[in-house]
T-cell receptor
Framework: GENVEQHPSTLSVQEGDSAVIKCTYSDSASNYFPWYKQELGKRPQLIIDIRSNVGEKKDQRIAVTLNKTAKHFSLHITETQPEDSAVYFCAATGSARQLTFGSGTQLTVLP | GAGVSQSPSNKVTEKGKDVELRCDPISGHTALYWYRQRLGQGLEFLIYFQGNSAPDKSGLPSDRFSAERTGESVSTLTIQRTQQEDSAVYLC?????????????FGDGTRLSIL
């Protein structure tokens, strides 16, 4: 089955700086890669996703890049703000229909 | 409803008891997923329903876990003879189609604590 690895597990940045979270996956059949943001005690919320026919997607301060050859994808957050502080999860769909999640990155934006 | 609804939001029970968790998906969503999230960890897939097809139960950790869904409506996840390691947040998600590239929308989860 699919295996997703996520790094780093924790990340602290100064407000206004950029944050980058990286994930690798194992199943070459994966074709959908969402990113979720989860605040403490809240539900995971989809913030951006990318499909395998696209190399990059941007939505305001958030962007995701995908390298299918290397089987890795990354989340980029620019001009970080304190409200960006949360746990971020990457995920990928393998041959099955369910999502396989990474282990999460605790992002802390320091004011 | 506007989003995925789960109940109860919290459940505390004694070891050995059975529990039933409920998920009401977004109206019109044919696919429904259950995940387990242990404290400080990622989400583990448990089971997937798509319309009237046979469910994908490949993520259920033991035969104490089972789930049902009637058509495209409410689903229930049942854990029998609960153990302390079952303590976790159980999250439900739904999506419009059961294909691999459709966004999944999550409920708030049920926080299960086994004493």
């Amino acid at each position: 089955g699919e295996n997703v690895e996520q790094h780093p597990s924790t990340l602290s940045v100064q407000e206004g700086d950029s944050a980058v979270i990286k994930c690798t996956y194992s199943d070459s059949a994966s074709n959908y890669f969402p990113w979720y943001k989860q605040e403490l005690g809240k539900r995971p919320q989809l913030i951006i996703d990318i499909r395998s026919n696209v190399g990059e997607k941007k939505d305001q301060r958030i962007a995701v890049t995908l390298n299918k050859t290397a089987k890795h994808f990354s989340l980029h957050i620019t001009e970080t703000q304190p409200e960006d502080s949360a746990v971020y999860f990457c995920a990928a769909t393998g041959s099955a229909r369910q999502l396989t999640f990474g282990s999460g990155t605790q992002l802390t934006v320091l004011p | 409803g506007a989003g995925v609804s789960q109940s109860p939001s919290n459940k505390v029970t004694e070891k050995g008891k059975d529990v039933e968790l409920r998920c009401d998906p977004i109206s019109g969503h044919t696919a429904l997923y259950w995940y387990r999230q242990r404290l400080g960890q990622g989400l583990e897939f448990l089971i997937y329903f798509q319309g009237n097809s046979a469910p994908d139960k490949s993520g259920l950790p033991s035969d104490r876990f089972s789930a049902e869904r009637t058509g495209e409506s409410v689903s229930t996840l049942t854990i029998q003879r609960t153990q302390q390691e079952d303590s976790a947040v159980y999250l439900c998600a739904s999506s419009t189609l059961g294909y691999r590239n459709q966004p999944q929308h999550f409920g708030d989860g049920t926080r299960l604590s086994i004493l």
